[in-house]
Structures are given as structure tokens and as C-alpha cells.
């Protein structure tokens, strides 16, 4: 995370210059304003006028002023606003700091909003830019600026073109009555005026509308065979009637296909091979207690299948079923400032493949940035289980969870 670029004279001076397009003030941070804030965060995250300093967002402070309300600034009030990055609403996520500083003899929360790398930003699927100081929604001609900034900024593996693929091999009537509700807003996506080119480059499924070749996102999303580009886009599931490899394989079963289809098919395989024992004798009523909470494995495997490289590897996930464990095993080692001491830690995230932890989102694949780990711990507790155990290197990350119930083939 960046430093704040501005000093307090800085921010004095931004907060009572009401005609920056640098600048939103807030008098609170509930009911509407919560909406319009993370409209103006996302404005100053698309960057359109390009001046690739921070926006500033004054939470306690008159609009038509630019003075301190006196709000008082809690801990707890800053956490929400905090949230704004994690809470799926905005996406990608969008690079910010909250803090909180005296500015005219008051205290004030301040939201420093660093350009996007990887635009358009988008706000419950709506774009929002800056004309002048106040908030706008982008028109298409504005959308093919933001993308042709992204394909100059964007260095992430999952948004590079593949060159011998094209649109033919992406499944468009997916997207169209699958993707593209969830993604854009019903009154923008109302528009008649955007070809499928162009909505396609604005969901950063093919690299422009001039170029409408698909990235690597595209093709493991929308992609009808994603593995004739990449060769290790599938889960590979086993499930094997003892302890250790060299006992017998009852279950052996790729799971492929766009994004969807694979995750599916991977949870189909543990709802099939999960049991359930019945305990109606140590209390009144009948306890139920299921070898593994689905929703803990449905957790890992998406992580898994999200954090993975797809660069320079054919290697899958795989998805080892034993009569006492389950093991994930995940190509590519922890990214960014994810390490192998602070892995898992709360709150801690970062994504090697951003536009696919994008898409995931937009489908409903991942409900909250960072909080698939919490999720599976919190089941597995739930359910009386130690929580997962990692191993990890460069390479894979290993995940080993103990069964509650050792099953039987």
C-alpha cells in the first residue's frame, strides 16, 4: 500500500477547494452518502483526466463549505469505510487508505484513492469518472479511454492476449445472458449503442474493441475449451479407498470447462463423496455431523482454483480424497505480500490474478475479497475440526484438511 502523498497544509488547502476534481466531501458516512462516496472512489480509481495523484475523500466535511462538521471520527467508523476496498462492491478493488487527521482545528477521516492499473473500475457494475468536481457515469467513448489505459498499465498475467485464439472461441451467449447482467448495470447495459467487441473489452475479456483478441481471463472464463490455450485450466480429482496414492482409485474425473462449469463440476465430486453419520444416542435429539462442511471445501478449492498460476505450468489443481483427509494441491506459491509466514492471516490478500478474482466475484464464486480462509475455518470449527493445515514453496501450495468422520469406500 502506498504512503499518503500530501501533507496536512496539502489536505488543508484540497479540503476548502471546491472546485477540485481531485476532491469529494462527505458531512457522514451514512444512508446515500455511503453510495456516493463509493462512486467517487471509484471515479478517483479510473483516473480519467489522468493526473496519477490520489483523490481525496473528506468524511466530515460541509460540501458546500469545505469546513469540519465536528463528526467525531471512531475507530469503528473508519473500519467501515475501510471496507469499501473488500466488499465486492467495487471492482477491481481499488487501491486506498484511510486515516484520520486534524485539518481546521477538527478531526476528519481522509480517504487517499490511488489510480487503478487495471481500468475500468466499476461500482456495482456501473462506471464512474470525475468531470470537473463532481461524479459522472462514463459514456462509452470514456470506457475505450479507460481500456486503452489498462492494456498500456496492466501487467497481470490473466490479462495478457492469447494470440492464436478469437472471439469464436469465447461462448458468447454465456456471456451475454450469464455474465453481462451480473456485471453491468441494467441501465447501462440498456444502451444499444456498445457493439459485443466493446463489451467484451470493457469486462476485460478480450484486450480491446479495436483488438478484440481474448486475454487469458476471457478464455477461462468465457472460454468453450479453455484448455486447447492452457493446458493445466482444470481440477484434477481423485478419490482413492485408503490413506496413501498407492491404494486403489474408485473416483478419477477431470473437471473442466469456463470458470463456472469447473467449479461445479469440482463441488459435485465432494457433495458425492461426503457422508454424514447420525448420532441418536448421546442426546435427545439426533446430532448430524458430515465428514467435511461442504462450504469449507467449496472455499479451498475455489482459492485455489482463483491463486493458482496459469503461467508456465500445465499442472492443475488437484483434489486428493483419502478415506481420512483431503489434500489441495495448487500450482504457484504464495504472491505478492502474501508470504509464507503471514499466509491466511486476517484480512491479509493479495491476487496474481486480478481480472480472474474480478470475474469470480461478478459470478457469484467469491463473496467477499480475502474472507474465502476465514469461511472454511470458521465451517470447519463449526463442525469440530481442526482448521487446514498448509505447506507451501515457491511452487504449490498444499492444503491438508483431517476428516471428522473417516470415511469408508
Known amino acids: 500500500m502506498p504512503n499518503d502523498s500530501y501533507t496536512e497544509s496539502e489536505l488543508e488547502a484540497m479540503m476548502v477547494d471546491l472546485e477540485s476534481d481531485l476532491v469529494e466531501r462527505k458531512e457522514s458516512f451514512k444512508r446515500d452518502n455511503r453510495t456516493r462516496i463509493r462512486e467517487a472512489v471509484c471515479a478517483f480509481a479510473n483516473d480519467l483526466p489522468d493526473h496519477d495523484r490520489p483523490g481525496l475523500v473528506f468524511v466530515g466535511v460541509d460540501d458546500k463549505k469545505g469546513r469540519p462538521t465536528g463528526l467525531v471520527i471512531t475507530d469503528e467508523l473508519l473500519r467501515q469505510v475501510s471496507d469499501m476496498k473488500t466488499d465486492g462492491n467495487i471492482l477491481p478493488p481499488p487501491t486506498m487508505t484511510v486515516a484520520k487527521h486534524v485539518l481546521g482545528g477538527e478531526d476528519v477521516a481522509v480517504v487517499h484513492v490511488w ?15 470525475r468531470v470537473g468536481p463532481r461524479r459522472a457515469v462514463a459514456s462509452a467513448q470514456d470506457e475505450r479511454i479507460l481500456n486503452e489505459k489498462r492494456r498500456h498499465r496492466d501487467r497481470h498475467f490473466d490479462s495478457l492476449p492469447v494470440p492464436t485464439a478469437t472471439v469464436e472461441d469465447l461462448d458468447l451467449r454465456r456471456f451475454a445472458e450469464e455474465y453481462l447482467p451480473r456485471a453491468v448495470d441494467s441501465e447501462t447495459l440498456g444502451q444499444n449503442d456498445r457493439t459485443v467487441e466493446q463489451r467484451l473489452a470493457a469486462t476485460k475479456m478480450v484486450v480491446s474493441a479495436d483488438e478484440p483478441t481474448p486475454t487469458i481471463c476471457g478464455l477461462l472464463v468465457l472460454g468453450k475449451r479453455p484448455r486447447d490455450f492452457l ?10 479407498a485408503g490413506r496413501d496414492l498407492a491404494d486403489p482409485i474408485v473416483d478419477n474425473t477431470v473437471c473442466d470447462g469456463p470458470m463456472v462449469s469447473l467449479i461445479n463440476r469440482a463441488e459435485d465430486k465432494i457433495r458425492a463423496h461426503n457422508r454424514e453419520a447420525i448420532d441418536l444416542t448421546s442426546g435427545p435429539r439426533e446430532v448430524r455431523r458430515s465428514t467435511y462442511p461442504l462450504v469449507a471445501l467449496e472455499q479451498l478449492i475455489r ?21 481420512d483427509r483431503v489434500e489441495i494441491i495448487s500450482p504457484g506459491g504464495p504472491y505478492g505480500v502474501v508470504t509464507p509466514e503471514h499466509f491466511g492471516s486476517p484480512g491479509l490478500a493479495d491476487y496474481r490474478n486480478l481480472n480472474l478474482a474480478e470475474a469470480m466475484r461478478i459470478l457469484g464464486l467469491v463473496q467477499r475479497f480475502g474472507s474465502g480462509l476465514a469461511i472454511a475455518r470458521r465451517a470447519l470449527e463449526e463442525n469440530g475440526q481442526a482448521g487446514p493445515e498448509f505447506e507451501m514453496d515457491a511452487r504449490w501450495v498444499h492444503c491438508t484438511v483431517a476428516a471428522a468422520i473417516e470415511s469408508q469406500s
Open 115 to 129: 489510480p487503478s492499473d487495471a481500468p475500468p473500475v466499476r461500482f456495482r457494475g456501473r462506471t464512474w469518472i
Open 231 to 240: 493446458p493445466g485450466a482444470y481440477v484434477q480429482f481423485l478419490r482413492i
Open 303 to 323: 482459492n485455489s482454483v482463483l491463486h493458482r498460476t496459469y503461467e508456465g505450468t500445465n499442472s492443475p489443481v488437484r483434489v486428493y480424497w483419502f478415506d
